[in-house]
């Protein structure tokens, strides 16, 4: 009789579907922890292929590899989207120096050339460094006083932020575009301090957006030590000169692709909930963790839910996205072509911030799917996982939200992702194994709650 | 008439205190990130010093090092307290072999010996391998069938917790007692698998304790990479001897010191609110984890207290505690000096589990204490520090509870801590600056908010 009314108790009380959601939950995380394969898959990826710049030999040999990954797990469907992507290079090595300083003479620097950057050709170019802390200096400064000089915006992160993508958010505009600001008022080539949290000798590229209606001037990035030195000797030498010289060409479009591989859903086939990395990289370090890690974390999500049996009822789709770092084309083309295909996605979930302990989800979408995703936090209270806010997302899956998608991204510890992000240091010993499984098992768990229980 | 209003509603609504209490809370991370020396102290620690076993010529220097340091910052106070600690001796370096495999012959194998055990002397020993994977196996198995062999201790880490300090608890049992429960038995050695998350050929050292009943026989702990080729071979392969040869050996006792830094505090200079980490390491690596890190924090916990001028109400002091590896001498003694002098301790934090991304404390008290300091949660909600639970701790503090301090140990993200754990790995360029800056900004917050909130 006992017995019989506590089970009738806890038949009444313990809400059946929460119970069921925190046991595979739980399985999720048990899988990922015991028998993942995220940090194989990403030691392959960064050891067998390496970095891999779109249109680059790597980009297409990631291509077929992340296809293979994929049918070798046995997912329902593995197919490629073609998108032309733009082909720049980086040609031979960079070189810079600083000349005829009053304390040091002549010195080498590090820089690395920015992303979709011209070239200097091979003769470099030398001129006088105008130092300038934010791009709406350039006005004050007039055209007669930048004329023929190079410019070097060199206004550092502040470390004040927590998160350390405040800081990138607050630096980033001198990189993408102070060189085309700065040829708006004649400097000749740009320096730009790296966007980078700690100091060192390693130079971080990334993009550059040149404005059509300027001319296209040489840019490239310096290491935050050797841009603390220019700083310091800017101070009292207005006379020292600074030279620099890079290879780098923009080539014609090529071909490439979108991997995507598929789980057919039971009860909405037509109805898509993604996650998704992107597989292209800057051509330095291995790619690791922008952004081979959300790549093979993404596989992964769906290796974990075959594995344990879980039918969606909506698909769900692991989608390496090309091109994200100079171009996006990947992303743009995923969107358009659910549009023209009438695929209803109603999540889309991106890892793009680093393989590290994940934290939480950052999130877009409507008020209804925002109060829902607010709403999973109690089920990842377990695994560490608090920051649960809005907004947020990803580049590669933001033209998703139009078509009604909440657009999701992990939100992993992001205090190491500076020091490394698009550089010689971002490699595959930089991945801890727990924390890539850790975020490959959150993205799964997210998976599933949205596949059972919507928006 | 607008303005006044908004004003009124303003200073009726928002807590005094609690604003002031924030801000200050800003201005402590602030100072800690952007002036930050945690990371230029552990720097100097780590290179300049090194690994610092107690009773070692290096535990001397970080002895002198530390006080330096406290006195070049200008606490009131720095003083030694004078310890007796054991000195054990590493001597030569290990070396293990299996022998007589059916399939691979003879293999080197990764070994270190476990702090406090006797050594083989030259002729190492050798013996067949028993596997055991639960101490209590060994009386089911018995004694006939352990005398005259080497008991493999296997039990890895359970990697489905989410906390690594949980698959520790749950394997460490081996390497403390392992040793002392196997020569219950006869067994000549014990090889204990490396408490460790992760699969590489780097072995852990760390303490086992002799229980003065049973005969004292030497011990090491083998590599995971290692460890699971032995429990493969093993199988099928009752017939392979293990060697292994170690020149460890236990000397007297020697005079070091913990080492404290005192501010004064203005209302109640004879309660202390400290923290701490231990000075001590293992004899490998840098020790910059375990516990380099909790120290410096502690130092530059203080440091920044004096540096914002915020004069304490209670007496703050950064303890270096000595010998926690291999005896927590430094820990007691301090306690027992506490007790004699009369010294009400109110709150000690330690920070001994890395100098990883603080997410939050832990502790044990008396339940006011332990709702306090829930209450506190809410300032370091905006630090990403969500985690506050009970109970919780440290080492070196633990003696304090029994004298009424709430004892706290300062929470970092777990995953990375056992890949290093008393290992040759655990050197300075493991830590991140700024991960450091953060959990050290984190103790000084709490004792600000302890000093002015009390319990």
Redesign the interface.
């Known amino acids: 009789m006992r017995l019989l009314h506590l089970l009738l108790i806890s038949i009444i009380t313990i809400p059946c579907y929460a119970q069921n959601h925190e046991t595979t939950i739980r399985a999720v995380?048990?899988e990922a922890?015991?028998n993942g394969d995220s940090y194989s898959m990403l030691e392959d990826l960064c050891l067998n292929i390496g970095h891999r710049l779109s249109g680059s030999p790597q980009a297409a040999l990631a291509v077929e590899w992340s296809k293979r990954k994929m049918i070798d797990y046995g997912f329902d469907t593995v197919f490629l989207q073609p998108v032309m992507v733009p082909h720049w290079i980086r040609g031979k090595e960079e070189k810079a120096k600083i000349l005829n300083a009053k304390t040091i003479g002549s010195k080498e620097v590090n820089v690395i050339a920015l992303g979709n950057s011209i070239g200097t050709g091979e003769n470099g170019i030398t001129g006088k460094l105008l130092e300038i802390k934010e791009i709406s200096d350039l006005e004050k400064i007039g055209k007669k006083n930048i004329e023929g000089k190079i410019v070097y915006f060199s206004r550092p992160f502040d470390?004040?932020h927590?998160?350390?993508f405040k800081a990138y958010g607050g630096a980033v505009d001198q990189r993408v575009f102070g060189p085309s600001e700065a040829a708006k008022y004649g400097a000749i080539g740009v320096v730009v301090r790296s966007m980078s949290?700690?100091q060192d000798d390693v130079p971080h590229t990334g993009t550059l957006r040149y404005k059509e209606e300027y001319p296209k001037i040489p840019a490239v990035a310096i290491s935050t030590n050797d841009g603390d030195l220019l700083s310091k000797l800017l101070i009292d030498d207005k006379d020292l000169d600074f030279y620099f010289e890079t290879h780098c060409e923009m080539l014609p479009d090529v071909l490439s692709h979108n991997v995507i591989g598929e789980i057919k859903g039971t009860e909405k086939p037509n109805e898509y909930i993604i996650v998704g990395g992107h597989l292209d990289s800057w051509d330095v370090g291995h790619g690791a963790h922008d952004d081979g890690a959300g790549c093979v974390q993404s596989i992964e999500a769906l290796r974990i839910i075959k594995s344990l049996e879980i039918k969606p009822k909506h698909s769900i789709r692991a989608v390496m996205f090309m091109n994200e770092e100079n171009g996006l084309r990947g992303g743009i083309k995923y969107a358009e072509l659910a549009l023209e295909n009438n695929e209803k996605h109603v999540a889309a979930i991106e890892s793009d911030a680093g393989g590290f302990?994940p934290?939480g989800f950052s999130y877009s979408g409507t008020e209804s799917q925002i109060e829902k995703l607010n709403s999973y936090k109690n089920y990842f209270e377990?695994?560490?996982m608090?920051?649960f806010s809005s907004p947020g997302g990803g580049a590669d899956i933001g033209a998703l939200k139009n078509q009604g998608a909440a657009v999701i991204g992990l939100s992993p510890?992001s205090?190491?992702y500076f020091?490394l992000h698009h550089t010689t240091s971002d490699t595959f010993d930089k991945v801890?194994?727990?924390?890539l499984e850790?975020g490959a098992a959150a993205m799964a768990s997210l998976i599933y709650l949205i596949d059972n229980e919507g928006f």
Do not use: A, G, M, V
Request: hydrophobic content about 20%; overall charge positive.
């Open positions: 995380f048990d922890l015991e470390q004040k927590i998160r350390t949290s700690i302990s934290k377990p695994y560490y608090f920051n510890d205090q190491r020091d801890n194994k727990r924390e850790l």
